[in-house]
C-alpha cells in the first residue's frame, strides 16, 4: 500500500484529509509540523506528502529545504492558504513538487497525488510502460514486442519527457531549454526535427502519438493500453 505522510497543525483539516486520503486506497500517516514529521521519516517508509506552510516550531518552507538538503527526493505537494505568486515561486524553488490552495478540490487533489506517485516511479525506476511499449531510461531504448529501437540521446530524452507528462502541452522553447539546455545556440526549429524523426521512427507503434498542437507545441497523447 502506498503511504502518504500528511503534514498539517490543523486537527481538523488533518481529519478531513486522512478520511480523504484512506477512502481513495491510501495509507495515511498524521504529523502536526515539520519536527514531529521528521521523527516519522526515520522510522517508516513514506511515499508522498502532503504539506501545510504554516505551522508552528518548523513551518513547511524549512520542512522541505531540510530534506533536498539531504538528498531526499520524495514528493512533496504543498497544500496552503498562501496563494500569491511569490508564495508558489518560493515553494518551487526550495523544491516542492506541486502546489494546491485551500480550500482544495477533492478530486483534483487525488489526480494530483496520483500524478506525483506516477513521475516518482518514472524516476526511481528509470523505466516507462506505456501500452507494450517500454522505454529504458538507462539503455535509451524503447522496445515494443521484442523489437528494440537504441536512440540517439535527444530523441529518446524528447519522448521520454512528453511520455512522462502524457496529455500536457510542451512549448518548443521548454523543450529547448529542459533537454538540449538553455545556452545551446540551435533554435527551436530543431525540436520540429527530432519530432519528425520520432514519429517516422514509430509510425507503426499503435501505444502513442506525438500530437501537434497548433501554435503552441507538442503533447504525446496515449492511444492504447496494455
Known amino acids: 500500500m502506498v503511504n502518504i505522510m500528511v503534514v498539517e497543525d490543523d486537527p481538523n483539516t488533518r481529519k478531513l484529509m486522512r478520511a480523504i486520503l484512506s477512502q481513495n486506497g491510501y495509507e495515511v500517516i498524521l504529523a502536526e509540523n515539520g519536527e514531529?514529521?521528521?521523527?516519522?521519516?526515520?522510522?517508516?517508509?513514506?511515499?508522498?506528502?502532503?504539506?501545510?506552510?504554516?505551522?508552528?516550531?518548523?513551518?513547511?518552507?524549512?520542512?522541505?529545504?531540510?530534506?533536498?538538503?539531504?538528498?531526499?527526493?520524495?514528493?512533496?505537494?504543498?497544500?496552503?492558504?498562501?496563494?500569491?505568486?511569490?508564495?508558489?515561486?518560493?515553494g518551487f524553488i526550495i523544491g516542492t513538487d506541486d502546489y494546491m490552495v485551500k480550500p482544495f478540490d477533492e478530486e483534483e487533489l487525488i489526480l494530483r497525488i496520483a500524478a506525483l506517485l506516477?513521475?516518482?516511479?518514472?524516476?526511481?525506476?528509470?523505466?516507462?510502460?506505456?501500452?507494450?511499449?517500454?522505454?529504458?531510461?538507462?539503455?535509451?531504448?524503447?522496445?515494443?514486442?521484442?523489437?528494440?529501437?537504441?536512440?540517439?540521446?535527444?530523441?529518446?530524452?524528447?519522448?521520454?519527457?512528453?511520455?512522462?507528462?502524457?496529455?500536457?502541452?510542451?512549448?518548443?522553447?521548454?523543450?529547448?531549454?529542459?533537454?538540449?539546455?538553455?545556452?545551446?545556440?540551435?533554435?527551436e526549429r530543431t525540436v520540429d526535427v527530432h519530432i519528425n524523426r520520432l514519429r517516422d521512427r514509430f509510425k507503426e507503434n499503435h501505444d502513442f502519438e506525438i500530437q501537434t498542437i497548433r501554435g503552441l507545441g507538442y503533447k504525446a497523447k496515449i492511444v492504447s493500453k496494455k
Open 36 to 90: 514531529h514529521a521528521l521523527e516519522f521519516l526515520d522510522k517508516k517508509h513514506i511515499d508522498l506528502i502532503v504539506l501545510d506552510i504554516m505551522m508552528p516550531r518548523m513551518d513547511g518552507y524549512e520542512f522541505t529545504e531540510i530534506l533536498r538538503e539531504n538528498n531526499c527526493n520524495l514528493p512533496i505537494l504543498m497544500l496552503t492558504a498562501k496563494e500569491t505568486p511569490h508564495d508558489k515561486k518560493k
Open 118 to 187: 506516477r513521475r516518482s516511479r518514472i524516476v526511481n525506476e528509470h523505466r516507462l510502460e506505456i501500452g507494450r511499449t517500454v522505454l529504458d531510461y538507462d539503455s535509451l531504448t524503447v522496445t515494443r514486442d521484442e523489437i528494440t529501437h537504441e536512440l540517439p540521446n535527444k530523441e529518446f530524452m524528447l519522448l521520454y519527457k512528453l511520455l512522462s507528462y502524457q496529455n500536457k502541452i510542451f512549448t518548443r522553447r521548454q523543450l529547448m531549454d529542459e533537454i538540449w539546455d538553455m545556452e545551446s545556440e540551435t533554435d
